[in-house]
């Protein structure tokens, strides 16, 4: 809070200002609310709270329920008010395709509870979607990387830092208003930031037109995990982007076959009709890198150049304009 606090008093117009309070008066006003609490699943989303999201497809793995849910909800709510809230974002790099050298980051959200325990992130993005707190995630979460990359960009202004952000914050009409303010109170470019969205969202009207506001203000746009969602490819040739993501799974194959590898380089080459750059994800082994290269993605992001970094480990890369990561002498992770 009191980052945010700082950030309001280093704006110097009181439009702006008052475009990120007024986003923030309209995430704190919600109340919390689990399953248990929630509207009813036929109530039209529209008729719910301000900027309440259709619920999540079901999550892999068990979640936690009744009084433990609750609790964790509550830690959740506490923490993103919180100065030590055990928030903290790490940072992929995502590296050239060719070479290895480092174009930029992908902010991960990590969260670690005051008893220590470790909430794996797609169960914090779950319980934050149940308990009406997503969009005040994806904001924080957006705070925090702009203001943690404002360093990096100063010293390497070619990076690009990837943040992911949910149809919960894009389809609010406070988004691009406060997305602006933020960019401008810490004196930092849009064209260095990259809104990175799944497929599903493209399905959201209000979200793609703010998406289109933020790409007109100078913010790059990626679809992520490109190829296993629901969006029809209309909708995606609707939209400028910048950035597709090949998802993982196109990359778990041990011998992809000719068939594998046509189907992925015409994904590729519709990607590039578009003018869309092609990042593969998921990237564990040598083998998945050589594929990359020669199906033609642009860029490569996964274990086997590095895994996630933290914010000062990310630092000491990025603030170096000629770091490559020694990806050739590391060992293969296990898939």
Not at 13 to 38: F, G, K, M, V, W
Not at 72 to 91: D, F, I, K, R, V
Not at 226 to 246: C, H, N, P, Y
């Amino acid at each position: 809070m009191r980052e945010i606090t700082q950030l309001l008093q280093d704006l110097p117009s009181p439009a702006e200002r008052d475009a990120i309070l007024n986003l923030l008066r309209a995430l704190s006003d919600r109340p919390l609310a689990l399953p248990e609490l929630a509207p009813p699943p036929f109530m039209p989303v529209a008729e719910q709270m301000p900027l309440q999201s259709p619920p999540p497809p079901p999550l892999a793995g068990p979640a936690p329920q009744g009084t433990a849910d609750v609790d964790l909800a509550e830690q959740l709510q506490a923490a993103l008010l919180a100065q030590q809230s055990g928030l903290t974002l790490n940072y992929q790099p995502v590296v050239d395709a060719t070479s290895g050298a480092i174009l930029g980051f992908e902010a991960l959200l990590r969260w670690t509870t005051p008893d220590g325990q470790q909430v794996p992130p797609l169960q914090v993005v779950d319980l934050a979607a149940r308990a009406n707190l997503l969009a005040t995630l994806d904001f924080w979460v957006m705070q925090q990387a702009v203001s943690q990359a404002r360093p990096w960009l100063s010293a390497n202004p070619r990076l690009v830092i990837a943040i992911n952000v949910t149809a919960a914050l894009l389809s609010s009409p406070l988004a691009v208003s406060a997305v602006r303010a933020l960019l401008r109170a810490h004196g930092v470019s849009a064209a260095n930031f990259c809104i990175e969205v799944p497929e599903t969202t493209l399905l959201d009207e209000r979200a793609t037109k703010n998406l289109a506001a933020l790409r007109r203000l100078g913010l790059q746009l990626a679809i992520d995990d490109f190829g296993i969602g629901q969006s029809a490819l209309t909708r995606l040739m609707e939209l400028d982007v910048d950035v597709v993501k090949l998802d993982r799974a196109f990359f778990r194959a041990q011998n992809p076959g000719p068939k594998q590898r046509s189907f992925l380089g015409a994904i590729v080459d519709m990607a590039k009709a578009r003018g869309s750059r092609v990042v593969a994800e998921g990237v564990a082994t040598s083998q998945d890198a050589v594929l990359a290269r020669e199906i033609g993605c642009a860029a490569c992001q996964g274990f086997w150049f590095a895994g996630p970094l933290s914010a000062g480990a990310a630092a000491v890369l990025a603030r170096s304009s000629t770091a490559e990561l020694p990806w050739q002498a590391q060992q293969t992770p296990q898939r």
